[in-house]
């Protein structure tokens, strides 16, 4: 099976290439190669004859139909984007550009592609979002594939508004989709802005670790690598039109995260103090979401995913990972942005 996956270069799309391509997979990975994305994390796929490499933005339609034309893919899993909140809040056109505009060109240049090859019936275009297009819950409950959408962040809007097209191309034009929402994820390749490596590579430093407001938001962590397994899954075996929720059932607060992290730490890396001495309560998000929490039986049910890791076994994992490959993060730790406090524009 030949898979066009956008967004290839970045955290969950390269664990999905190097899934896809380790299954004897071929891959053509389409990425802009924004801030967020990164070569080496797919450096051992790139060796296989099984895959190729596109360097082509999403907003560029021509060069889409290119791609598709040059590659002839039986399947496409969409999830380039810009994936980090706090970036939204202070600039959102990109968001609405690469998320929203982004998709539309995906799904026409699909559109154009599938119906020129006499719409075979087993192409797929799988979208890959996120939990955050619910909005946030109260102390209680879950989110199920019919929670109405709310979303709360530009970042949120804008996938929200890409999961819209994606339906009502399917209801339109018959393009057959699948979709999935995952909640939030972590492990190797994670980018150093987001919570878990920014804690690790703050308690390496010596440096504060800030934690937003009182730590108390809680998220369903999932390993990333999971993750790319229930997503080829959803891609092989998903029914058409359908979308499925996908999460680790591991809801923590991120203070808890953070005091963890800081745990293993003192074990694996021990220093004079306790690196929990660090942890600094920063002012919150603004529109910051509570709780996100998944309800996965749809995808567990009908499909028999089931995550490989704990979350305690997840983060140990990681902070390994990180540990033996300071040569990866510190290389975009120079990266625009990188180290600072962002979000803060509202
Ligand atoms: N990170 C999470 O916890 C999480 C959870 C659920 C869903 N998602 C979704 O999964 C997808 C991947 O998330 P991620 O965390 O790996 O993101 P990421 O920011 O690490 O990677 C995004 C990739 O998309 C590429 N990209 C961005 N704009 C592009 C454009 N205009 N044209 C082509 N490529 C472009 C980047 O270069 C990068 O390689 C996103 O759609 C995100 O919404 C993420």
């Avoid at 998000?285 to 979350?311: F, N, Q």
Wanted: some cysteine; glycine content about 8%; aromatic content about 10%.
């Amino acid at each position: 099976m030949k898979i066009l996956i956008t967004g290839g270069a970045g955290f969950i799309g390269s664990a999905v290439v190097r899934l896809a391509v380790a299954r004897g997979h071929e891959v053509v990975n389409v990425d802009a190669l924004t801030y967020a994305a990164c070569l080496d994390n797919v450096a051992e796929a790139a060796q296989s004859p099984n895959y190729a490499f596109a360097q082509v933005d999403i907003r560029d339609r021509a060069a889409l139909d290119k791609v598709f034309d040059e590659h002839q893919p039986d399947k496409v899993m969409h999830l380039a984007a810009e994936s980090h909140v706090d970036r939204s809040i202070d600039g959102p056109g990109d968001f609405i550009e690469t998320n929203i505009t982004g998709t539309f060109n995906m799904l026409e240049a699909a559109r154009k592609y599938w119906e020129g090859k006499g719409r075979p019936e087993d192409f797929r275009f799988h979208h890959i979002s996120t939990d955050e297009v619910f909005g946030t819950l109260g102390e209680t409950g879950q989110f199920t594939e019919d929670t109405p959408y709310a979303p709360n962040s530009p970042y949120s809007a804008s996938k929200a508004a890409s999961d819209h097209l994606v339906r009502a191309w399917h209801e339109t034009y018959g393009l057959p989709i699948v979709m999935t929402n995952c909640s939030n994820n972590y492990g190797p390749y994670h980018f150093p802005e987001k919570l878990i490596p920014v804690v690790i590579l703050k308690a390496l430093a010596g440096a504060p670790i800030p934690v937003y407001g009182q730590g108390l938001n809680v998220r369903d962590w999932l390993y990333v690598e999971d993750h790319a397994d229930a997503l080829l899954l959803v891609l092989e075996k998903g029914k058409l039109g359908r979308s499925y929720n996908i999460g680790g059932e591991n809801e923590k607060t991120n203070i808890d995260i953070v005091k963890t992290i800081c745990a293993i730490l003192d074990e694996k890396r021990p220093g004079n103090d306790k690196y929990e001495e660090q942890i600094t309560y920063v002012t919150d998000r603004p529109g910051h979401d509570l709780r996100y929490a998944i309800d996965p039986s749809r995808i567990r049910d009908e499909l028999g995913w089931r995550p490989s890791v704990t979350v305690e076994e997840g983060i140990e994992k990681t902070v390994q990972w990180y540990l033996d490959n300071e040569e990866w993060w510190r290389a975009l730790q120079n990266r625009d942005g990188v180290g600072e406090r962002l979000g803060t524009k509202a």
